[in-house]
């Protein structure tokens, strides 16, 4: 089966007027991921992460904040020089410490942030716009003078004058060499309509690539960063299973798999998405919920009569996508919802066969007992459910006409 069998296109989408998607990804779970209450990942599991990301081609990787501990520096450090294809990138304050610290770590990109929303200039730095700006400047020039490729990036962007990022972005970019401003849905207020207008309007007024990251308060941070690209964005901000502050990032499995679906992006190697899930939960100690988009343990679990009657037909009825195409595996599962056509085949893909009363029979049997237990029902019930039905069967059955249904 060729990768575009593999799901459905959303032919709708010729229909629209985008600009085409020139994106690459940023993945931030080893440090906005890593910044979610009670995570902390070891200098091995980092290792194994920054290697699946590199190894399905996620073009930078931002390992960490250096100044954190000397331990995350030492791990920043080891991820940068292990010689992946991905791009290695760290955060840094506006400070010369934060980008020396990013110097010793030998990283290729340091994102070098401060915020420039009144919120956070009153409450949180006490300062002026002009002084934070000025520190940004002095350490963006530190850092490239130092050789180091910059992302400028703007927190509480959403909450900012737009006119101020602008002004910022043109002065910054007028005087160094950056090479990507960031706009950073700090606390997840944009929707898809406003981050498009935001990113359009700074798509306008710059010269250099644009970055979104983007938080999910509201539960639009997939459908802001695609927004994003449409409106120019160049690099997307993700985490592996939505992890990060509060509510969580835009996850890498959503805007991968939306890449595919929606815009034809095929580049990135998704079949690995289930298993680096797998890997995240195990290491966070966080399961993603089981409805979660593209890992939830639901994505390939199928109840209801009339959609497994059609999967067994042809799954892309009622599957957006296979699991092939992010390394999980389908599930049909028995339940009160569970109608003969499905009940049958998947009895059939267990090796046994059932004559049609035997089967009318279990399904009667089925429905009680899923609606007595408000639960559906396990392998081993199901098999125990049908030795009862065939003994109920069997005297009468030998003497009626038998249907293979
Ligand atoms: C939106 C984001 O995700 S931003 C990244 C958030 N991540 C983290 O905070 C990582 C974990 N943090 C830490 O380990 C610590 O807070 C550290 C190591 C970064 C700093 O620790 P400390 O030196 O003890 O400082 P503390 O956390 O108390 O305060 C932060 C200081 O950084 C300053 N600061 C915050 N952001 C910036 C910035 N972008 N540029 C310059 N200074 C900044 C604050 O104004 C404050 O300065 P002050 O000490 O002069 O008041
Ligand atoms: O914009 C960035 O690259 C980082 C900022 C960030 O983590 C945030 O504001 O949530």
């Known amino acids: 089966m060729s990768e575009s069998e593999q799901y459905s296109r959303n032919t709708l989408m010729d229909f629209i007027d985008y ?49 954190v501990s000397a331990c995350e ?27 020396d610290a990013a110097l010793d770590c030998d990283v290729d990109i340091v994102s070098i942030f401060i915020a420039m929303s009144d919120m956070h200039l009153k409450y949180k730095y006490h300062r002026t716009l002009e002084d934070m700006l000025g520190c940004a400047k ?9 050789g180091l490729n910059v992302r400028f990036a703007a927190e509480d962007a959403s909450r900012t004058p ?23 849905d700090t606390i997840g207020i944009l929707n898809p ?21 983007c938080h999910d308060d509201l539960g639009m941070a997939t459908a802001n960063t695609l927004a994003a690209a449409e409106a120019g964005a160049k690099q997307l901000h993700t985490t592996v299973n939505g992890i990060g502050e509060r509510a969580g990032n835009a996850s ?40 979660k988009a593209v890992v939830g343990q639901n994505t390939f679990t199928h109840e209801s009569g009339i959609h497994v009657a059609a999967i067994l037909e042809e799954p892309r009825t009622y599957e957006l996508f296979l699991p092939e195409m992010v390394g999980g595996k389908r599930n049909l599962v028995v339940g009160k919802h569970t109608g003969t056509k499905a009940l049958k085949g998947i009895i059939n893909s267990i090796g046994l066969c059932l004559e049609r009363e035997e089967l009318c029979a279990l399904i009667e049997k089925v429905k009680v007992c899923t609606e007595e237990k408000h639960k ?19 005297p009468s059955g030998s003497e009626k006409e038998k249907f293979s249904i």
């Open 162 to 184: 737009i006119d101020r990022l602008k002004q910022a972005f043109k002065e910054v970019e007028s005087e160094y060499k950056v090479q990507y401003v960031s706009l950073a």
């Open 73 to 99: 520096k030492e791990i920043v450090k080891e991820i940068a020089n292990q010689g992946y294809d991905s791009r290695i990138c760290c955060l840094s304050r506006a400070v010369k410490g934060d980008v």
């Open 252 to 291: 890498l499995e959503e805007v991968l798999v939306a890449l595919r679906v929606q815009y034809g992006i095929e580049r990135y190697d998704t079949k690995k998405l289930t298993a680096l899930s797998k890997m995240i939960s195990e290491y966070s100690n966080i399961t993603p919920s089981v409805n």
């Open 138 to 146: 002095e350490a963006i020039e530190y850092a490239t003078d130092h």
């Open 19 to 67: 600009r085409p998607l020139d994106i690459e990804i940023c993945d931030v779970t080893l440090r906005d991921g890593e910044q979610t209450p009670g995570v902390v990942f070891t200098k091995e599991q980092k290792l194994a992460v920054a290697s699946e990301l590199d190894s399905m081609g996620v073009e930078v990787i931002e390992a960490g904040f250096p100044v």
């Open 193 to 213: 309509t406003t981050t498009h207008y935001l990113v359009s309007e700074i798509f306008k007024s710059v010269n250099t690539s644009i970055c979104i990251h």
């Open 376 to 394: 559906s029902i396990s392998r081993d019930q199901l098999e125990r459910l049908i030795t009862q039905v065939r003994q109920e069967q069997k």
